[in-house]
């Protein structure tokens, strides 16, 4: 039975046009294990696998928008062609097994090198300002107005693809230091046109995605944007150093048609901003009154960290309980997990049935098969 403790992790969700059974999203997660960019059967099981016990919200690994150089390999896989018929059939096992599901879309920007495999790349990669790391040589020419307006209308064709396909939402790749991250990060968005400039001239690029996709899957398919503070080039940059700053960027982007925001830090309980407890997801929820997703070592005893490390080991902990004090208390709606999910299918369904004392460690190793 569930711990009276963590009995609000339970409790169904219904807001920004989103009704899940309960508070548990799974959170994307590349797996580099689609060849031809085609999620195949094995990706539809692994996904079905966790929505089977109690997840309620599938947001699939990062799935690449219709544009020459989204992505950065083949064996990740593309929204766009022959993949769909992967998609769906994912769709619908997930569906099959009681969950919801979102793809989150995806364009690597900067994040892809010209030496990367990837078919029919007619650019070396698209980025802002043409730098990977704030300081770094440049590796491409910024790219021109009509390419960035090509790319919204890329995203805008994948999120009305994924309504089309049966998709209960979509989310947008908007952190992490990715293409539309990087528009909104200082360090890499040099710009002297109207894409870059102060804080609020940056998100003018999340703002052009946001309206497209709008416009494009209506008013009432509901749209997710994940955001970070910490960039995989940089764990400790921020886009805002305080509260007012944050809300500055916030406002145009929630403005422009965001239904939930997915604000990714890598240990969920940390403070954003001194003077408060809030974390990422509190604050962003205090500052647009849009519903949000927290996450960030959920279950573990050790935060993520990317590159040859991607987390090489964590112990499982049990401290579920201050997750479900903060839902209760209103500071997030929806807790999503990464590794804890890889290590173990069942997580979600051991903490709601109290099995605390079985919650598996999370190991590297459990990337190499899509168990
Ligand atoms: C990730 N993460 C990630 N994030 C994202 O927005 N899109 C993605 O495609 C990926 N890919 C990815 C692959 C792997 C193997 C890992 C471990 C992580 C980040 C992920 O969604 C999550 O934010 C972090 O893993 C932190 O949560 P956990 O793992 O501490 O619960």
């Known amino acids: ?3 009276a403790s963590l009995a609000s992790l339970f409790t ?12 548990f999203a799974m ?6 294990k689609s060849p031809d960019q085609f999620p195949g059967p094995d990706v539809a099981a692994y996904y079905r696998r966790r929505a089977e016990n109690d997840v309620a919200l599938i947001i699939t690994e990062g799935t690449t928008i219709d544009h020459s150089v989204a992505s950065q390999s083949t064996r990740i896989p ?3 062609g022959r993949a769909l018929d992967g998609w769906r059939r994912v769709a619908d096992e997930v569906h099959a097994a009681g969950a919801k599901i979102a793809p989150q879309i995806w364009h690597v920007g900067a994040m892809r090198s010209p030496k990367d495999e990837y078919p029919n790349a007619d650019l070396p990669s698209a980025t802002p300002s043409g730098y990977y790391k704030p300081g770094g040589k440049q590796i491409a020419p910024p790219i021109g107005k009509a390419e960035i307006q090509g790319i919204a209308d890329s995203y805008a064709r994948a999120a009305e693809t994924a309504r089309t396909l049966g998709f209960d939402a979509v989310e947008v790749h908007g952190a992490h230091g990715y293409l539309i991250d990087q528009f909104l990060w200082e360090g890499l968005n040099q710009r002297d046109d109207e894409y870059g400039g102060d804080d609020v001239a940056r998100t003018r690029f999340a703002v052009e995605v946001v309206k497209a996709i709008r416009a494009a899957i209506g008013p009432d398919f509901p749209l997710i944007l994940r955001i970070s503070q910490w960039k995989q080039q940089d764990y400790t940059a921020k886009l805002a150093a305080t509260p007012e700053a944050f809300a500055a960027i916030l406002k145009p982007i929630a403005e422009a048609g965001v239904d939930i925001f997915h604000c ?8 954003e901003f001194p003077g408060s407890d809030l974390n990422c997801a509190g604050w962003v929820k205090q500052l647009t009154g849009k519903p949000v997703i927290t996450v960030g070592s959920v279950g573990l005893a050790g935060a993520l960290a990317l590159g040859a490390e991607l987390g090489a080991h964590a112990e499982a902990s049990t401290d579920i309980a201050p997750l479900a004090h903060g839902v209760e208390h209103g500071d997030f709606d929806i807790v999503a997990v990464g590794r804890a999910l ?5 997580w979600v369904r051991k903490v709601k049935q109290g099995r605390l004392d079985e919650l598996r460690p999370y190991d590297k190793s459990k990337l190499e098969t899509l168990y």
């Open 1 to 3: 039975m569930t711990h």
């Open 78 to 80: 593309a929204f766009h």
């Open 12 to 23: 169904p969700f219904n807001g920004g046009g989103l009704s899940l059974k309960n508070r």
């Open 342 to 346: 890889i290590s173990d299918p069942e």
């Open 27 to 32: 959170a994307p997660m590349t797996r580099w």
């Open 264 to 271: 990714s830090q890598r240990r969920w309980w940390e403070p």
